[in-house]
């Protein structure tokens, strides 16, 4: 198993990813991707949205970063996400407690943890602070918001945060969104973006920072008449890790299909068990390992209180397993939340197949007592009287009712609010969507990506390292050399090629340093699939110019016409094609040995 210190050096070195501002000391949990990294990341990106986005004919929205303080007020973000710190008493570092209990324990889920559970486990296993070694069992554990706060505007301004998530940004937008959708459930929207963490001790590169990228999908449905499309992937297996395996002591995951586990109960929603099956596929097309993946089930003291079942995509990178993905049924919480903080209507028009004849429960508020107590707000007080008379008209049996506007809590005599209920009838009704949200954690994926292709062997007596990275996810397609540097007509046939190959729409990278072996391993290392050599010998002869073209993987070479060069590789490299190397060597001449002496 290779060490995630190899991986976060040649990542390093070869320019996938690095600490940002490292001429200023550099701030933990910041990264820059370098030009390879980028180029993985946006082909994740690109991969994502042709399968989540596209495929699945879903829209997809750019919010932004900076939202309000009401938004997160209405979300519960400003009161419940946090994570628990402890803080050295000698030195003053501050640490993840839950980190420190499953570092240094066998306990796997300390984050679902209570706090005075947390802080026994640290006194009971002498848990020491990992930067000075000084005790932490007599400190107490504390809540950090991660979120980080700004001011919009001058002065003290409008106070606002960076988002922790890009789900809000869609949330908030749903009373827009719905038109463009023609207010037809079930419709997706989907958004790729940076959401930002104040984490208290980032850690493991790319794996847990500060600044990160989401790539979220939100589908609304209607709970009651909407299903999935089960059957496109009830055949898929998949490996899972439910929660009472967990609980158990010798519980194990075990594979079997998304279908029979829905069937069975082990996966609790149709809709959830349906996203498994398609990430399960995507996951395999973008390059990670199946045998060091699983789907995890939430704990039941992990679970949203919104949620009825959660399950997390796994991948075990460095012998730990880390979360990089979330697949949650979040309900009607999300929009009923902000439907009555904002004022705004968050439902859906339902119409039905024939009128119906149904009691409602109705407000007619007295205005003019209204108007002078609220004020401005006195409109927005109305509608949310009439909200809560229809989601809970037994409010009104009190004398007095509260409702929320603008996150401010307002209270009404409920004789002012004039509740009553009138049998009417009705053509159709309005509705509070449910969401079904795979979350993924871009960063984490890219990670598992190039950790998961990372391999060691031996070619023509030297140890190399090489990235066996899916073509669709390699940084470059192709890599051309001229065998030297001192021959005019190499050098332009070289350029030809180059040419020819980018005309073809792949990334090509030119390279006439070193030798030629030192150029095979630096492509190796970052993945390019093919190199492309141009030698005196191709160019001798009575037939068509011919270039060497070198697999990464086998590091075969096979001689191929100038001619041929771009309409080969495009078509190797088109994962629609499914055209395999040996392919190539089936039609041209194979070369024996490696070309490594210029």
Known sequence: ?????????????????????????????????????????????????????????????????????????????????????????????????????????????????????VEELIREHDLRCPSCDAPLGGEPVEEFNLMFETSIGPGSGQAGYMRPETAQGIFVEFPRLKEYARNRLPFGVTQIGPAYRNEISPRKGIIRVREFTQAELETFIDPEEDEPPLHEVADVEVTLYPADEQESEDGEAHTTTVGEAVEEGVIGSEWVGYYLGVAQEWYERVGVDMDRFRFRQHLPGELAHYAADC??????????????????????????????????????FKQYDEPKTVER???????????????????????????????????????????????????????????????????????????????????????????????????????????????????????????????????????????DLRGAGLSVEYDDSGSIGRRYRRQDEVGTPFCVTVDRDGLEGDGPDTVTVRERDSARQVRVPVSEVASELASLLDPEDGRAFDALSTAYDEIETDVETA
């Open 1 to 117: 198993m290779v060490a995630q210190e190899d991986v976060i050096e040649l990542a390093k070195r070869r320019g996938f990813f690095f600490g940002a501002n490292g001429a200023y000391g550099g701030v933990a949990g910041f990264y820059t991707y370098g030009p390879n990294g980028a180029a993985v990341k946006d082909n994740l990106e690109s991969a994502w949205r042709d399968r989540f986005t596209v495929r699945q004919g879903n829209m997809e929205i750019e919010a932004p970063t900076i939202m309000p303080e009401a938004v997160f007020e209405a979300s519960g973000h400003l009161d419940g996400f946090d994570d628990m710190l402890v803080s050295c008493p000698e030195c003053g570092e501050s640490h993840r407690a839950d980190h420190l209990i499953e570092d240094n324990t066998e306990i796997e889920e300390a984050e679902s943890l209570p706090i005075p559970e």
């Open 311 to 348: 399950w997390d995509a796994e991948s075990e990178v460095g012998g730990d397993w880390i979360e990089i993905t979330g697949f949650a049924y979040r309900s009607d919480y999300d929009l009923s939340k902000h439907a009555d903080h904002s004022g705004e209507s968050f439902t859906v």
């Open 361 to 499: 429960a109705t407000v007619d508020p007295d205005m003019a007592t209204l108007g002078p107590e609220f004020g401005g707000d006195a409109g927005a007080v109305a509608d949310a009287l009439q909200t809560l008379a229809e989601r809970d008209p037994d409010a009104f049996d009190a004398d007095e009712v509260d409702v929320e506007v603008g996150g401010e809590t307002h209270t009404v005599d409920s004789d002012v609010a004039n509740f009553s209920v009138e049998t009417v009838t009705e053509n159709g009704e309005h509705i509070t969507p449910h969401v079904v949200e795979p979350s993924f954690g871009v960063d984490r994926i890219v990670y598992t990506v190039i950790e998961h292709a990372y391999r060691e062997d031996e070619v023509d007596g030297e140890e190399r390292t090489y990235l066996a990275l899916d073509p669709e996810m390699a940084a470059t397609d192709a890599a051309v050399f001229p065998l030297v540097s001192n021959d005019d007509r190499l050098l332009e046939l070289a350029d030809d090629v180059t040419d």
